[in-house]
């Protein structure tokens, strides 16, 4: 009997309801919240999570009480827009970006976690499903979810908390190109045919009148109902405690939903701005996770985009999903490859070999792909730091370089930034950039323009109609820069020691940013050091910044940090204060920390850089036309500036004079006595005295007069020697038909050399520079010093040959374009060569 007056009941009160709701549609207004339709305060309408001490007034035909919790202080008529995402920080940690939220909706959910409430149900809902889907959204599951979300390393997790940029530019652009996409990706643009409020509504009240007889096909059909309200109101039904019974119906039930039925529930959760740490999920995650061997790959890449769009960190999903898609990556059709890589990308992960599959993917469809396709491939490899082959990027340059008018700015950029990552310097692309960038850089927002300043910094290029139209545009847009940004754009301009014809506004304007951003450097203290490093390659020391990076509490915050490059960076910008600030009274580097730093340098260079073929070269060279080791110090003589030259020390007269007691020192009796072999071997055996060699020895003897060697006893004459009155070429030819055998005696008579007077025995410590003696610094230098295809000297070295001046030191060059062809040459002509360089440079 009871049963049956509860049959006639509920459809009664369903009418009730729908009728009042149809007559509040048509005109009667009210206050409050959302707007339920009940009888008088029943048992049934406390089960439904009423406030009966919160009625209003009643009017005729119907009473409308209101949830105070779920009182959405906004007006009515308000509508919270959707912001478009920007893109993740590529170079920063990951991040969780949930793309379907508006800034306004997120507010509103942070409120909602404060209004927690209980949920009355049926018995067979157990108390530990309660407590596992945590419906009232609760803040312990959100903080625990939240950092295991970011040490996961999948999808990233928290609103980034550094000041907005103006990022123009869409990141998933690529999925509107092809139809194929709407298969593949979940669209956040084009949103559902919108219902009323009562229609939402009504649904929620289906939930409460079915209740544990929801069918799986029922509940997924609610769902989809629901993520259609607009989006102000979806605040209010997700308030509701029967949006909670209906989640909770739906994991009990997940085993049941067939696959399309789960995905259409996991893309409700996105409409309906879901958090991305509700502890729901997790139960998805899992039944995903158990299901992804059974997904086709269309299902496993819509089912990546869903989580993606949620802002949730799947990592377990995303590694069984790569490995159920590599097994048939040969299949996969050009759309799915493109938003596979996409998804790689936004996990910031994927297996080595997986990569080099899709490498092989990428060459066979490179033909084929669009402008924005081929930017989201790059940015995939690059975001997940996976490298390609040489051989792609050229070809990646080149496909690239001939569809660049079509390219959108945040193509060019993905690709720029491949192209840094893998270092390949694709001459035609990068030409064709200083074509558009110039037209292109006042509608590109200020992280693109820091991007490609920085990329061409990265491959030494310099094209100045690129820089001169980036720094055009960064005062006006400054306002809008990180401090990476700042700090990134002052890197690529010293980095490349290029001077803008606006130099005085845009060196100001972004070190005036630097102090704005100020708040940021506790997060990202490198950021800071960069930009003053890059500051003083070009000549310029903000002394208020200055102070903090050297004060003691920042260079703690650094020496605690995991990156081993601060304490360099930080040694670097205190060696730098020393000799280009003498008057300089702010806080120093401990020494303690400028010892450890100077002990991990040197160990380094005296592994690599001291070791290099064409150094060796030259220090031993050195050595023999001096007279022997201690005359040559291979040591860095700046240590704050990390690599290594080779001092001399000559007197007055221009004679080399012996500092280096510790290659004495270390000198074992073997190695002395290889030494005294190849002097003697060079006595008797001398080398042929040809006429290249003649000719380079008149031209430099010829500017100035050496003192005239003593006659060689063993010779029976002695050597002539190159004065201003030495035969030409062509006589020495004459009398020697074929040459004649330059001894070490002739050597040393000819080169003015040292060797002929008596060695000093090293001295017990390095001799301290005497007035008159000149101090050498020898530099071999190498492409890498200089720009792309120029002889313009790269900033960090540029400044370090203006700091070695500052020191007291004559510095003096051997460039690559000169000493590496003469690697190949004889020993008597790089001699000649050393000879004329290093006395040339006494002139």
């Not at 993520?227 to 019974?245: H, N, Y």
């Not at 009990?252 to 789960?262: A, D, I």
């Not at 299901?291 to 269309?298: A, G």
């Not at 960069?530 to 990076?549: E, K, Q, S, V, W």
Request: charged share 25%; net charge neutral.
């Amino acid at each position: 009997m009871a049963s049956g007056l509860l049959c006639q009941r509920l459809p009664l009160r369903g009418m009730r309801r729908f009728a009042a709701v149809s007559w509040r549609a048509r005109g009667e207004e009210t206050t409050g919240g959302p707007i339920q339709m009940i009888s008088n305060h029943s048992n049934e309408d406390q089960e439904e999570g009423q406030n009966p001490d919160a009625v209003l007034p009643n009017l005729p035909g119907y009473t409308v009480p209101y949830n105070p919790s779920a009182y959405c202080r906004t007006h009515r008529s308000q509508v919270v827009t959707t912001r478009r995402p920007s893109a993740a920080d590529e170079d920063e940690p990951p991040e969780v970006k949930p793309l379907a939220l508006g800034s306004k909706q997120q507010q509103l959910q942070q409120q909602q976690t404060r209004n927690t409430y209980t949920v009355s149900c049926s018995r067979r809902l157990s108390n530990a499903k309660n407590t596992l889907l945590d419906l009232a959204f609760g803040k312990a599951g959100e903080n625990k979810q939240g950092a295991a979300g970011v040490k996961a390393g999948g999808f990233s997790g928290t609103e980034d908390r550094e000041a907005l940029y103006d990022s123009k530019e869409d990141p998933r652009a690529f999925q509107k190109l092809r139809e194929e996409y709407r298969a593949l990706c979940h669209s956040l643009s084009e949103l559902p045919k919108p219902i009323s409020t009562e229609e939402g509504f009504l649904v929620l009240h289906k939930v409460n009148v079915l209740k544990g007889t929801l069918s799986p096909q029922s509940i997924s059909e609610f769902f989809e109902k629901l993520g259609q309200l607009p989006t102000e109101q979806q605040v209010l039904v997700k308030s509701d405690t029967r949006f909670a019974m209906l989640c909770r119906y739906a994991v009990e039930n997940l085993r049941l939903f067939t696959s399309p039925q789960l995905i259409n529930i996991l893309r409700a959760f996105v409409r309906l701005g879901i958090p991305p740490t509700h502890s729901m999920l997790n139960v998805f995650n899992s039944e995903l996770c158990r299901r992804v061997w059974d997904l086709d790959s269309t299902q496993v890449l819509l089912v990546g985009d869903l989580w993606r769009c949620l802002g949730r960190a799947v990592p377990q999903y995303l590694d069984l999903a790569y490995n159920r898609l590599g097994l048939r990556c040969r299949e996969l059709t050009l759309p799915q490859l493109v938003q596979l890589v996409y998804l790689i990308g936004e996990g910031r992960r994927a297996p080595q070999e997986l990569m080099q599959n899709l490498e092989v993917l990428i060459l066979r469809f490179l033909d084929q792909t669009t402008p924005e396709e081929l930017g989201a491939l790059c940015l995939g490899f690059f975001k997940s730091k996976s490298a390609l082959s040489e051989q792609a990027m050229r070809r990646i340059g080149d496909r690239a370089e001939a569809m660049l008018e079509d390219m959108s700015n945040y193509a060019v950029v993905n690709v720029l930034k491949m192209l840094r990552y893998s270092h390949v310097d694709h001459v035609g692309f990068l030409r064709r950039l200083g074509e558009v960038v110039p037209g292109r850089a006042p509608s590109m927002g200020a992280q693109g323009l820091m991007h490609i300043a920085l990329a061409c910094s990265s491959l030494h290029y310099l094209d100045e109609r690129i820089f001169e139209a980036i720094a055009a545009e960064v005062p006006v847009k400054v306002a809008h820069c990180r401090s990476k940004d700042t700090a990134k754009l002052l890197w690529a301009f010293s980095s490349l020691s290029y001077q803008p014809s606006n130099a005085e506004s845009f060196f100001s304007s972004l070190t005036q940013q630097l102090r704005v951003k100020g708040a940021e450097f506790e997060r990202y203290p490198e950021h800071l050091l960069t930009g003053l490093l890059a500051l003083a390659f070009a000549g310029r020391f903000p002394h208020d910044l200055i102070n903090l990076a050297l004060s003691p509490g920042f260079v703690k915050l650094a020496a605690e940090s995991t990156q081993l490059e601060l304490k360099k960076d930080l040694f670097t910008l205190d060696g730098t204060v020393e000799l280009e600030l003498p008057g300089y009274a702010g806080p120093r580097l401990p020494e303690e920390i400028c010892t450890e730093v100077t002990e991990m340098l040197w160990g380094f260079a005296s592994q690599d850089v001291c070791q290099k073929a064409e150094v060796r070269e030259a220090e031993t060279l050195l050595q023999s036309m001096l007279g022997g080791p201690q005359y040559v110090k291979n040591h860095m003589i700046l240590p704050h500036m990390r690599s290594s030259d080779l001092e001399i020390h000559l007197d007055s007269a221009g004679r080399a004079l012996p500092f280096n007691t510790q290659s004495v020192a270390a000198m074992d009796p073997g190695t002395q006595r290889e030494q005294r072999i190849r002097k003697w071997e060079m006595k008797h055996a001398g080398v042929p005295l040809t006429d290249d060699l003649v000719s380079q020895l008149l031209n430099a003897k010829s500017s100035r007069s050496t003192p005239e060697p003593a006659a060689d006893e063993s010779g029976g004459g002695g050597p002539r020697t190159l004065d201003s009155a030495s035969p030409t070429a062509g006589e020495i030819r004459k009398e020697f038909f074929s040459g004649v055998v330059l001894t070490e005696g002739l050597l040393d008579a000819m080169t003015g050399s040292s060797s002929s007077i008596p060695h000093l025995s090293p001295p017990a410590e390095p001799l301290s520079p005497l007035p008159g003696v000149r101090r050498l610094a020898v530099q071999v230098s190498n492409r890498n010093q200089f720009c792309y295809g120029s002889r313009h000297l790269l900033g960090l070295h540029a400044m370090k040959r203006r700091q070695l001046s500052r020191a007291g030191y004559t510095v003096l060059e051997l460039p690559f374009w000169e000493w590496f062809p003469l690697l190949r040459r004889t020993r008597s002509e790089k001699l000649a060569y050393l000879h004329c360089k290093l006395y040339g440079a006494l002139d």
